[in-house]
């Protein structure tokens, strides 16, 4: 079947500029991760939902960021006011037995 | 806190040879360790994972092992291929959300 989906591919935003990161996961996955991946770095943690609800929200790095799945699949991360530190490409996962994760391509932020 | 330390120069080897790929971890104690590679533009691919009380898994050419004494995973391309040319990243899990705990990775180079 498909696999992990993320819109946009790359969103090029100005600084303070609010955005929006889609990610369609894996279709009965009831896990979903978002990560962000900086150059030359591994992918960090920032977020994980068991269906609807955020399990843990621990890898946030700031109150400008926050993420909705309100029906248990798709998934938005949201950014507000974006600072030139938040360019970097955000990887959604999914999960359905909180082992091996599934991950889309990704969207790549720029922020200029 | 966490670290987890992966080799951090690139690797260059012959096609056929082996290619080895060390991961490091200190101030955790996982309850496994998983392997995934990613090439340029896509998102991390799940490739193995291996649990602490297994020493070594094995995947077609594939073969990891985990040390939780030395607080270290080898990962083992045997054969390789220049089709083998990526990063790989070690991720180790990290509590009850099953969130991963990436290193930065190593690119590995299979030249022909």
């Known amino acids: 079947g498909a696999g992990v989906s993320q819109t946009p591919s790359n969103k090029v935003t100005e600084k303070g500029k609010y955005v929006e990161l889609r990610c369609d996961p894996i279709s009965g996955h009831t896990a979903l991760y978002w990560y962000r991946q900086s150059l030359g770095q591994g992918p960090e943690f920032l977020i994980y939902f068991q269906g609807t609800g955020a399990a843990d929200d621990s890898g946030l790095p700031n109150d400008r960021f926050f993420a909705v799945r309100p029906e248990g699949s798709v998934s938005t991360l949201k950014i507000q006011r974006t600072e030139r530190g938040d360019s970097a490409v955000y990887l959604c996962?999914?999960?359905?037995?909180?082992?091996?994760?599934?991950f889309g391509p990704g969207t790549r932020l720029t922020v200029l | 806190s966490q670290k987890i330390e992966q080799n951090s120069e690139a690797l260059n080897i012959q096609e056929g040879k082996t290619a080895t790929l060390t991961c490091n971890y200190t101030?955790?104690?996982?309850?496994?360790l998983q392997w995934y590679r990613q090439d340029p533009g896509r998102g991390p691919v799940f490739l193995l994972l291996i649990r602490e009380n297994e020493k070594e898994k094995r995947k077609e050419r594939l073969k990891v092992t985990f040390d939780t004494t030395l607080k270290q995973s080898l990962f083992h391309i045997t054969a390789s291929q220049p089709a083998d040319s990526a990063t790989y990243l070690c991720?180790?899990?990290?509590?009850?959300?099953?969130?991963?705990?990436f290193g930065t990775g190593t690119l590995l180079a299979v030249q022909p």
């Open positions: 996962a999914s999960s359905f037995d909180l082992a091996v994760q599934f």
């Open positions: 101030n955790y104690s996982p309850a496994y």
């Open positions: 991720a180790l899990v990290g509590g009850a959300t099953n969130k991963l705990i």
